[in-house]
Every structure is written in structure tokens, then in C-alpha cells.
């Protein structure tokens, strides 16, 4: 979808990440390193700001009625919250429950913005197809 430019390598690399982290038992405490969690926080922050501001840029060109505007929309309303906060202490507990936190809100950008381009191509299949006998 032209309307939305992250690369989509970096969209694979990312999903495979926040796979990973959501997988994590939180109530065990067995997360990695701290160094490398908070790296995965800085990465799927840098990310998720991305993938928020073109998914934003998108919505608006959706009619405000469409179910994928609507979802989308309800996802970019927790983003600015959970996209820029501090960092967490550099503890395993703080750092790790953060990369889920985010590596969760990061997910629902990546489904809503699927969404989003399903929407696009297929008004645009409708608009391509108006007019046709």
C-alpha cells in the first residue's frame, strides 16, 4: 500500500521480534539481559512511532464510517501513551514488561494497518470497477 511506507522487511524483522517478547513469561520474571531488552524497547519505540504517524496519515484519507479507519483510530489513541514515555529502569522486571507493553501496542499497528491497506485496495477495486458495464 503506497499510502503507508514503512519497509516492509523492517515490518517482518519487527513482527518476528514482538513474537518473541510476547512469548516471554512475565510472571516468572525470565527475561533477558537488560541491555538487550532495552535495545528491543528503543527498537520497537523507534518503530511503532513510525508506524503510528504513516497509519495516522492513512486514516485520514479513509471516509471517518469505514471499520478499519474506526479500529485504526481506537490503536492510535493509546500509541502517543505508551510510544512516549521515559525509559523504563534498567531492571529486567521494568524493562521487560515495557518490551511487552509496546511490542503488544507495535502488534495492533502492524493488524490495523493491514487493515487499513485492505480497505484501500478494495475501494479502490470498487472505484476501478464503477462505471464498467
Not at 503488544?104 to 476501478?128: I, N, Q, T
Request: charged fraction near 30%; proline fraction near 5%.
Amino acid at each position: 500500500m503506497a499510502e503507508v511506507a514503512t519497509d516492509p522487511q523492517d515490518d517482518v524483522d519487527i513482527a518476528a521480534d514482538v513474537t518473541t517478547v510476547l512469548a516471554w513469561e512475565a510472571t516468572d520474571g525470565e527475561f533477558p539481559g537488560v541491555d538487550s531488552v532495552l535495545a528491543l524497547v528503543e527498537r520497537f519505540t523507534v518503530h511503532g512511532r513510525r508506524l503510528a504517524d504513516e497509519l495516522e496519515i492513512a486514516c485520514k484519507k479513509l471516509p471517518e464510517t469505514e471499520n478499519a479507519r474506526i479500529g485504526a483510530d481506537a490503536t492510535l489513541s493509546e500509541a502517543p501513551r505508551r510510544l512516549y514515555l521515559r525509559p523504563p529502569a534498567a531492571t529486567k522486571s521494568a524493562a521487560g514488561h515495557r518490551a511487552q507493553n509496546i511490542a503488544r501496542l507495535v502488534h495492533s499497528l502492524l493488524e490495523a494497518r493491514g487493515k487499513v491497506a485492505d480497505e484501500f485496495a478494495r475501494l479502490s477495486m470498487l472505484a476501478s470497477t464503477e462505471g464498467t458495464p
